[in-house]
């Protein structure tokens, strides 16, 4: 069954920890994104990756990370420096870069504490 | 770099009415504008697209219009339904070579029966 997972579904994080949020595809795309999902401001780009080994920070990268070793597997690290990283996060990929049709996962709600 | 508005924030109806949200963008150079449909903790997915050459496209009950000269472009909802009820997002392409798409802050529809 083809899709797009992220894992953990829900997390929480004490001030000053680095977490890892987990998203991994099986529709060998080559395109993969991650957006901040906040209430009231739409989806926004944090960074996203056309091929593997590569990537680009989006609109607002500060105080994350990604890495891109696998085609199939693209991870965020929220660090400490992320100044409000409460908010819930989406994970997607394309076929065809930006102009095609994004398939997103379910998302992971990070709590900061 | 790209701009998205999009209006209403919030839009309620009665079922069978129709609804018509409303984006506009600032980048001459966009040409992707698809809708994603976003339920109440669900992903979004895709609802409809349209390129830059059309200037019109319908699938059952949903259309989206485009104005390239105006800059703006609609989602129409015709015969809408309880189960249309959800947060939906316009995006457009940010006219570079990568094609990122810069969404819009969202609308909540609400239909009534």
């Known amino acids: 069954d083809g899709g797009i997972t992220q894992s953990p579904k829900y997390l929480f994080r004490k001030e000053g920890q680095n977490v890892t949020l987990s998203c991994e595809q099986n529709l060998n795309h080559d395109a993969m994104y991650w957006y901040r999902q906040d209430p009231g401001q739409g989806l926004r780009l944090i960074y996203y990756?056309?091929?593997?080994?590569?990537?680009q920070k989006g609109d607002i990268a500060e105080g994350y990370s990604v890495s891109r070793e696998k085609k199939e597997s693209f991870p965020l690290t929220v660090t400490s420096a992320q100044k409000n990283p409460t908010a819930f996060y989406l994970c997607?990929?394309?076929?065809?870069?930006?102009?095609?049709?994004?398939?997103f996962g379910e998302g992971s709600r990070l709590t900061v504490l | 770099g790209e701009n998205v508005e999009q209006h209403p924030s919030t839009l309620s109806v009665q079922e069978g009415d129709s609804a018509v949200i409303k984006c506009t963008y600032s980048d001459s150079a966009s040409n992707y504008f698809p809708w994603y449909k976003q339920e109440l903790g669900k992903r979004p997915q895709l609802i409809i697209d349209i390129r830059s050459n059309v200037g019109e496209k319908k699938d059952q009950r949903i259309a989206v219009t485009l104005n390239k000269t105006a800059k703006h472009f609609s989602l129409h909802i015709t015969e809408t339904q309880p189960e249309d009820s959800a947060v939906y997002f316009c995006a457009a392409s940010d006219g570079g070579s990568q094609g990122n798409l810069i969404f819009g802050k969202g609308t909540k529809l609400s239909v009534k029966p």
């Open positions: 990756s056309q091929i593997v080994n590569d990537f």
């Open positions: 997607a990929s394309s076929l065809a870069g930006g102009l095609g049709e994004l398939f």
